[in-house]
């Protein structure tokens, strides 16, 4: 089921499964990121959800239909391996479209045999720079980018012993003052190592240094104008896919971290108030909390990979208990109503045109249908 079709479900009839769920099964981790939240010491690590909960939880969402099943963080999930292979197992036994985020630094051989004989679909690396001077600089540890690849390199070599499609390889890349202009060197290290997939981040502000390695005005215009229409024609020429086309008039790029008024401002009233008023999706301006909820380790959940609600937590309870219990409804209901918590300032930069692509694909959907859904 489209995300599209999982909007349909809610108009018609008030609930659907998410189409992905962010599961963050620890808070541990070994790095120390300069742009990241960890940075302020915002987690009790003593309060998690043991790992038979997670196992039943990922059981859960399965059956309810979930489309995609990202295992992330939070921390670095291959700190819990018992758990995260499990949960992996699991997803996997059920057919259902498995990713893992990871820093790449602590990988075992044998984990990377057994992701593989899963047939697991992707995993994508953290990796901020081509070189360790960047890389170890904004992660914080030194070491970090000769162990990252080394892993990378592995689940290489062990795809091509097994003849294996799977995992397809990915980069999640944070861009900032310190790597926006060796976007090119990044690629061509993707396709050194056997990565097929990047995808290019602004940095998050989810600390107080992160406004002083975010792009400037000057920098924002330099970066679209001339990095990334160069950078792109060398990914298309190498056959690596990224997200740089989206970025080229990507003005938010530069609002990273005072998104709120952004994300509002796209709604579309008065486009077609028919429309509208049979399926009020079309004027909502974030899909988010219909769609892509997340869960902490200590059991929270929130709407969206942002936004955590208060008193919202799977400890003694089922994720449909949640999922479309009154907090979660009267947040939706806020949304649709413009009434954005704050904080959607801190939203990711391109969720913003992926809602409006999402809208520009619901609309055309309802036209080409005749309104009959």
Not at 281 to 303: M, Q, R, Y
Not at 312 to 323: G, L, M, P, R, S
Request: contains cysteine; glycine residues 6%.
């Amino acid at each position: 089921m489209s995300v599209v079709d999982r909007l349909i479900e809610w108009a018609k009839r008030g609930t659907a499964a998410p189409q992905r769920v962010l599961l963050y099964p620890t808070n541990s981790c070994n790095l120390k990121c300069v742009f990241c939240y960890q940075q302020l010491a915002p987690y009790d690590y003593s309060d998690f959800m043991p790992k038979q909960k997670w196992l039943d939880l990922t059981e859960e969402l399965c059956k309810m239909g979930v489309e995609v099943l990202q295992i992330s963080g939070g921390g670095e999930p291959m700190l819990v391996p018992d758990t995260v292979l499990e949960m992996m197992e699991t997803i996997k036994r059920h057919g259902v479209c498995g990713r893992l985020v990871t820093n790449g630094t602590v990988w075992k051989e044998e984990w990377v045999k057994k992701v593989i004989e899963l047939n697991w679909d992707n995993i994508i690396f953290s990796i901020d720079g081509p070189d360790a001077k960047i890389h170890d600089s904004l992660r914080g540890v030194k070491g970090s980018f000769e162990k990252t690849v080394r892993s990378i390199k592995l689940f290489r070599y062990y795809k091509e012993v097994y003849k294996a499609e799977k995992p397809l390889l990915e980069f999640s890349t944070v861009f900032c003052k310190s790597n926006f202009e060796h976007i090119d060197k990044i690629i061509r290290l993707a396709h050194d190592i056997g990565v097929k997939v990047i995808t290019f981040e602004p940095v998050f502000v989810s600390n107080p240094y992160v406004h002083k390695i975010k792009l400037t005005k000057e920098q924002r215009i330099h970066f679209m104008k001339d990095i990334v229409p160069d950078a792109l024609n060398l990914a298309r020429s190498l056959g690596i896919i990224t997200n740089l086309e989206s970025l080229i008039n990507l003005k938010v790029v530069e609002e990273t971290g005072n998104l709120k008024e952004e994300i509002k401002s796209i709604k579309e009233k008065g486009k077609d108030a028919d429309l509208i008023k049979k399926f009020p999706f079309i004027d909502t301006p974030c899909f988010e909390p219909w769609l892509w909820p997340k869960i902490e380790a200590n059991g929270e959940v929130g709407p969206c990979s942002t936004n955590m609600l208060a008193g919202e937590n799977i400890k003694n309870k089922t994720f449909k208990e949640v999922w479309y219990g009154k907090h979660f409804s009267d947040f939706r209901k806020a949304v649709m109503e413009n009434r954005l918590p704050d904080g959607c300032s801190n939203c990711v930069s391109t969720h913003v045109p992926l809602n409006k692509k999402i809208r520009e694909e619901l609309i055309t959907h309802l036209e080409k249908n005749g309104r009959k859904n």
